[in-house]
């Protein structure tokens, strides 16, 4: 006896049902995949998942790309051959050679310990001050070895200044911050001419010409670094080195901060370590990336990060690591 259409439409319901239940099977019998089973996929329908990043790329955005790019070595100022700097006999900074040129702005970069800080803390011996820290190589200030017995520390650190990561002011008046070192040195001109002239050097004075007998503590940590600067600046360096001078300070002040280097490198020439990709790739001319105590790359800013020369750099200034 032939099915009713009743029974037909009945029978059709209850297939229906037990193969939306069996796992692994679609409406047209088709075997789906389990994990770890491939056997029922169509691969010509399947896209492929992409493989995810280690971490999110930063896009760092390199201006002024038809400018022409700087060519180093023309005007060398500071230069390490060969250097190597350990703390009790452990290794911080391997076998770096190294060119700086005059009136330019190198930054160094690279993840935290791998000896950017104590590089640059060489080039005016203020290493000399922990104790167990050696240096082999030599470190070259206009030609001249400056870990020679008979080169003075001092008049070494004058001509190559220091500002440090946190704002260090003394304990004394914004004018006593900048006029004591040019006093202890013997300076004999015009020292209130000198300090107004430090202060507009480092885009202070017009914030504190009218309270110059405050104490410099009772600035905002933004003026207090630029009165760093400004106190190293009296003393008339040559060279101006910077650790990470903004990490401690907002999005405004570092702005000021920046804008101050970019005036100074006239006059001065900057190094400055930083953990910033955006301000070493906005602020300097050359960059070298540090690795583990090593110089990876050296090079023209633009071309680190837009074309550089080691995959390892550009995992790096792409933040694949570090």
Not at 101 to 125: E, Q, W, Y
Not at 134 to 146: K, P, T, Y
Not at 177 to 182: D, K, Q, R
């Amino acid at each position: 006896m032939a099915p009713t259409k009743a029974k037909r439409k009945s029978r059709r319901r209850r297939e229906n049902a037990k193969s939306a239940a069996a796992p692994g099977v679609d409406q047209k019998g088709v075997t789906l995949d389990r994990p770890g089973d491939v056997s029922g996929r169509k691969m010509e329908a399947v896209d492929p998942e992409p493989s995810a990043p280690a971490r999110p790329s930063q896009q760092v955005v390199v201006e002024n790309l038809s400018d022409p790019l700087p060519v180093a070595g023309l005007d060398v100022v500071l230069a390490t051959k060969s250097v190597s700097i350990s703390y009790s006999g452990v290794p911080a900074v391997r076998s770096v050679d190294l060119e700086i040129d005059r009136h330019m702005v190198t930054a160094i970069i690279g993840p935290s310990g791998c000896g950017k800080s104590t590089l640059l803390r060489s080039f005016n011996r203020m290493n000399d001050f922990i104790d167990g820290s050696s240096v082999e190589g030599q470190i070259l200030f206009e030609d001249i070895d400056i870990n020679a017995p008979d080169l003075d520390p001092v008049e070494l650190r004058r001509r190559i200044g220091m500002v440090f990561q946190r704002p260090n002011p003394f304990p004394k008046s914004i004018f006593e911050n900048v006029a004591w070192g040019p006093k202890v040195s013997g300076y004999s001109g015009d020292l209130e001419e000198l300090v107004e002239n430090s202060l507009r050097d480092a885009a202070l004075w017009d914030e504190v010409k009218d309270k110059l007998k405050s104490p410099g503590h009772s600035l905002s940590g933004g003026q207090q670094q630029r009165l760093c600067i400004a106190r190293a600046l009296a003393m008339s360096p040559e060279v101006l080195l910077m650790d990470e001078p903004c990490s401690a300070l907002d999005p405004i002040a570092t702005g000021r901060i920046e804008e101050l280097i970019e005036s100074l490198k006239d006059r001065y020439t900057v190094v400055i370590v930083t953990h910033n990709m955006q301000q070493a790739s906005r602020l300097s001319d050359f960059t070298l990336f540090m690795f583990q105590g090593e110089l990876i790359e050296f090079g023209p800013t633009r071309t680190m990060f837009t074309n550089p020369g080691k995959q390892q750099t550009e995992d790096y200034v792409t933040g694949r690591f570090g």
